[in-house]
C-alpha cells in the first residue's frame, strides 16, 4: 500500500466525522406560536411549551441589526471561516497578562455553535469542539443565515429567546422597524442579557448601548447626528405584553396546526377598530347579562377574512364562556335563512316580488309560529315578508317551497351543520330549528354577492336576477315589526342586511353584505342562556352597522339585466297581471320560462244598481245590473287585511233573494282554532278554566252563523264572529254554518 493510500485511510474518519459533526437541525426548542398580518404586524402570540417567547426565525435580519450585532461582537464575521485568528491571539495575550480570563474569542458561529448546544459543559475541549463545529456550519450555511440563526436563538434576557421576540417584548413593533437606539440595545442584550431585568442595571446598559452607538459612528455607519439623536432616545421602562388581537383566531390555529408561525389575511387596522367596537357593545350588554359576542368581516373579491373577532375574552374578569371561540360554533339560525328561501322561490317561479302571501294564524300537527308583534296582516307582499321578518308567512312561502327541496338548497349553499333529514327539521327549519355557524351564514351571503357580481360561484342554485331581487328587498328592511329606531345605526350607505333571532332570545344576528364586505355579527351566552329583550335588531344590528361604518364606502350591485326581464304584474296582488287587472306596474324578474298564474284577487262582481247588494239573476235583472272589478281576499285573510289597509272595499252583502246555488266557493272559514290544534286551557284566580274564543270569517259583513259544537247547537254571531267556548278536554268538532246552509268545520283538541 502507497503512502498516499495510507494518509488517505488514517484521514477518512476524521474527514467524516468533520462532514456529520452537525445535526441535521440545530435548535429544537419548541416554539412560541404568532400571528401576523399580511405586512407582518404581529397580532398574537403564545408562549412556547418550555415558557420562553421564542418566536419562529423571520426570512432575514433587519440591516441595522445586523450591523450592530456585528460591530459589537464580531468585527471580521463577514470574512472569517467561523474562527477568527487575531481574535484567538489577541484573547491569550490578554488572558495571560492578567492571569484569569477576561477576554473571549468566540465568533458569532461559534455563538451559533453554543447556542445549540446548552446542555455542553464550558471548558476548553467544548470551545475546541465549537470551533471545528464553526468552521462546518460556514460549509453549510451562508453568512447572512448563520447570522439570521444567531438573532433568532440569541438570549434577550428573562424568557425571552430571539430578536423578533425581543424587538415586540420591549419595543412592541418589528425588529425591521426598530431604531438605531433600539437595535443597539438588542444587540448588546446577548451579551449580558442580565442587564434588561426592569429596575435594575440600567446604568450598565445604557452605557453598553452607548458604547456601541459610538462605535458605529466611529466606523462611519451612522453620522454624528445620528448617534446623538440615538444616545437621546430612552431604555425601555419593562417588558410589554405581547399583542392579542385575534385571540380565537391564533386558538383555533393552533388547534389545527400546533404550535408556529401563521400569516393571516387579517387587517390589522380595521381588526383593532373590530375590538373596540365590541368592547364598547360588551359594556353596555353586560348589564343585561349578555356576555357573548362573535364578528367575522369578509372581503367579497377574494373571500379573505379582514377581521375575526371570536369572543368577548379578556373583556371583564372571570367572564363566562369567552373561551369559546362563536365563529365557528353552530348556533339556532333564527331568521337568517328567510332571505335565501325567498331568492329560490323566485328562481324557481313560485312567486313575484310582489305576490301576496297569506299571513293569517296557523297550524300544521301543533306547530303555531306567530309574528313577532303577535299580529296578522292578512296578506303580505312577498319582498315585504323579507323586509319584516314576518315568521307566519315565511312558514307557509316553506310549505309551498318544500322543506327537502329548502334542505338541498342550503347544503348546496355551504350549511354542512344543517345534516338532518327534513322530517327532524320540518317548517320550523325557517324559523331557527335548525344550526348554523356565523363563518357559514358570512360565507352564504358573500357567495351569493360573488355570483351577482358575475366573479365566481357558477354552480351556486340561485340566479343573478333572484339574489339583486333579495339584496333589493334586504335593503328596505325595518322591522317595524320589532319597533326599532335601526335606521338610528344607518351610516346611509345600502347595504342588504338580515337579522335573526332564537327561540327563547338566546341568539341575536346580523348579517349584512355590499359588494365589498360581509359583516356577520351574533350577540348572546354561549352557554345557551337566552335574555329579555335581546334581538338580533337589537343587539347585532347595532354592532354590524358600527364595523360598516369602520369600513370604506362602497357602491352599490348593479341590477343583472341579462338575467332579468320586464313583466307587466297586478299593483295589488302581485301576480301577472290578468285582463281585468285595473292598475298595473311593470317590475324585473328573473328571466326563467315558468311564472305564477295570472292575478286571482281581481274578479268581475255583478250589482245592484245603487252597488247596495251582490246580485244574480235570480235575485235581480240582468239590464240592471252594474258590473264591477273588484279586489277580493279569501275571507279568513280578508278578514286580518281590512284592519291595516282602509283602502280596502269589502264586497256588499248578496242581495236578500241571491240564490246561492249558482255562485261557487265557500263563503265561511274558520280563523281559530285550525284543523287538528291542541288548545291548553288555563285556569283564573278562582280556579276555573278561562275558555277558547273561537273565531270565524265571512265573505258576507251581515252574515249570521251558527255554531255547533259535537253536533250541539251552542250559538250564532252576527258581524264579528268570535265566541266563547268551555269545551271538556278531549277532541272536539266545531262546526259554523250559515243561513244558506254554507258550512266549515275543524276537529281540535282541548288539554
Not at 42 to 64: C, H, M, N, T
Not at 267 to 291: G, K, M, S, T
Not at 306 to 323: D, F
Request: hydrophobic fraction near 40%; glycine fraction near 8%; include cysteine.
Amino acid at each position: 500500500m502507497s503512502k498516499f493510500k495510507k494518509i488517505i485511510l488514517i484521514l477518512a474518519p476524521f474527514v467524516v466525522l468533520y462532514i456529520f459533526c452537525l445535526p441535521g437541525k440545530l435548535f429544537k426548542a419548541p416554539l412560541s406560536a404568532t400571528l401576523s398580518s399580511p405586512d407582518g404586524t404581529l397580532l398574537g402570540a403564545r408562549i412556547s411549551a418550555d415558557g420562553q417567547w421564542y418566536f419562529p426565525p423571520a426570512k432575514e435580519v433587519p440591516d441595522k441589526f445586523a450591523k450592530c450585532i456585528v460591530c459589537y461582537e464580531d468585527k471580521r464575521f463577514w470574512w472569517h471561516p467561523g474562527i477568527d485568528f487575531l481574535s484567538i491571539g489577541r484573547a491569550i495575550r490578554q488572558n495571560l497578562s492578567k492571569k484569569e480570563v477576561v477576554s473571549g474569542a468566540s465568533t458569532l458561529t461559534m455563538q451559533v455553535i453554543r447556542l445549540s448546544r446548552p446542555d455542553a459543559p464550558r471548558n476548553i475541549p467544548e470551545k475546541m469542539l465549537e470551533a471545528v463545529m464553526a468552521t462546518r456550519l460556514e460549509l453549510r450555511h451562508s453568512k447572512r443565515k448563520i447570522l439570521l440563526l444567531y438573532a433568532s436563538n440569541a438570549p434577550f434576557g428573562g424568557n425571552v429567546v430571539g430578536l423578533e421576540a425581543a424587538a415586540w417584548r420591549y419595543f412592541g413593533r418589528n425588529a425591521s422597524d426598530l431604531s438605531w437606539a433600539e437595535s443597539a440595545m438588542l444587540a448588546v442584550l446577548p451579551n449580558a442579557p442580565a442587564l434588561i431585568h426592569p429596575g435594575r442595571n440600567r446604568e450598565r446598559l445604557l452605557e453598553k448601548r452607548n458604547f456601541l452607538l459610538d462605535k458605529l459612528c466611529s466606523k462611519g455607519v451612522i453620522d454624528e447626528l445620528e448617534c446623538e439623536l440615538a444616545k437621546d432616545e430612552p431604555l425601555p421602562d419593562k417588558p410589554l405584553p405581547m399583542p392579542d388581537k385575534a385571540y380565537h383566531l391564533l386558538e383555533r390555529l393552533r388547534a389545527e396546526g400546533g404550535d408556529k408561525a401563521y400569516t393571516c389575511t387579517v387587517d390589522e387596522a380595521l381588526q383593532e377598530r373590530v375590538n373596540n367596537i365590541a368592547r364598547n357593545h360588551f359594556e353596555i350588554y353586560h348589564q343585561n347579562l349578555v356576555d357573548n359576542m362573535g364578528i367575522l368581516v369578509l372581503d367579497v373579491h377574494s373571500g379573505q377574512v379582514k377581521a375575526y373577532y371570536g369572543n368577548t375574552h379578556g373583556l371583564a374578569g372571570g367572564l363566562r364562556g369567552a373561551e369559546v371561540d362563536m365563529v365557528p360554533a353552530p348556533r339556532s339560525s333564527g331568521s337568517t335563512l328567510k332571505p335565501l328561501l325567498y331568492a329560490a322561490m323566485l328562481q324557481k317561479g313560485l312567486i313575484l316580488p310582489g305576490t301576496l302571501i297569506k299571513d293569517t294564524p296557523y297550524n300544521y300537527n301543533n306547530f303555531s309560529p306567530h309574528n313577532f308583534s303577535r299580529s296578522f296582516d292578512g296578506a303580505v307582499p312577498a319582498n315585504e315578508v323579507i323586509e319584516r321578518s314576518l315568521n307566519v308567512p315565511s312558514v307557509r312561502m316553506l310549505e309551498r317551497y318544500g322543506v327537502p327541496e329548502f334542505l338541498e338548497l342550503l347544503q348546496a349553499m355551504g350549511f354542512s351543520t344543517i345534516n338532518k333529514d327534513a322530517d327532524h327539521y320540518g317548517l320550523s327549519l325557517i324559523l331557527g330549528g335548525a344550526e348554523i355557524t356565523l363563518q357559514t351564514l358570512a360565507e352564504c351571503y358573500r357567495s351569493m354577492a360573488v355570483k351577482l357580481l358575475d366573479e365566481g360561484c357558477e354552480d351556486l342554485p340561485l340566479g343573478r336576477g333572484a339574489i339583486w331581487l333579495t339584496f333589493e328587498a334586504l335593503s328596505r328592511a325595518g322591522r317595524p315589526e320589532e319597533e326599532s329606531s335601526w335606521m338610528e345605526f344607518s351610516s346611509g350607505r345600502k347595504i342588504a342586511w338580515k337579522t335573526g333571532t332564537s327561540w327563547g332570545n338566546r341568539d341575536a344576528w346580523s348579517v349584512g353584505v355590499n359588494p365589498d364586505y360581509v359583516v356577520a355579527v351574533w350577540v348572546g351566552n354561549s352557554d345557551g342562556e337566552g335574555r329579555s329583550q335581546m334581538t338580533g335588531v337589537g343587539y347585532a344590528s347595532p354592532v354590524m352597522f358600527d364595523v360598516f361604518n369602520a369600513l370604506p364606502h362602497s357602491r352599490w350591485f348593479s341590477m343583472p339585466l341579462d338575467d332579468m326581464v320586464p313583466i307587466a304584474v297586478c299593483h295589488q296582488s302581485g301576480l301577472p297581471a290578468s285582463r281585468i287587472c285595473p292598475d298595473r306596474d311593470t317590475v324585473w324578474v328573473p328571466d326563467i320560462k315558468v311564472r305564477p298564474d295570472e292575478c286571482k284577487y281581481h274578479r268581475i262582481v255583478h250589482l245592484d244598481a245603487e252597488r247596495q247588494y251582490l246580485v244574480n239573476s235570480s235575485c235581480y235583472p240582468v239590464e240592471k245590473m252594474v258590473e264591477e272589478v273588484r279586489f277580493v281576499l279569501p275571507p279568513a285573510m280578508e278578514w286580518y287585511y281590512i284592519k291595516n289597509h282602509i283602502d280596502y272595499r269589502p264586497l256588499p252583502p248578496k242581495h236578500p233573494d241571491f240564490d246561492s246555488g249558482t255562485d261557487g266557493g265557500n263563503p265561511i272559514e274558520i280563523i281559530y282554532p285550525q284543523q287538528g290544534v291542541t288548545v291548553v286551557l288555563t285556569r283564573g284566580l278562582d280556579g276555573k278554566d278561562q275558555g277558547v274564543v273561537v273565531r270565524a270569517a265571512h265573505t258576507d259583513p251581515s252574515a249570521v252563523l251558527y255554531w255547533h259544537l259535537d253536533d250541539k247547537y251552542v250559538a250564532r254571531t252576527v258581524g264579528e264572529h268570535d265566541l266563547m267556548l268551555r269545551p271538556e278536554p278531549g277532541a272536539h268538532l266545531l262546526v259554523a254554518m250559515d243561513s244558506n246552509g254554507a258550512s266549515r268545520s275543524v276537529y281540535f283538541i282541548v288539554k
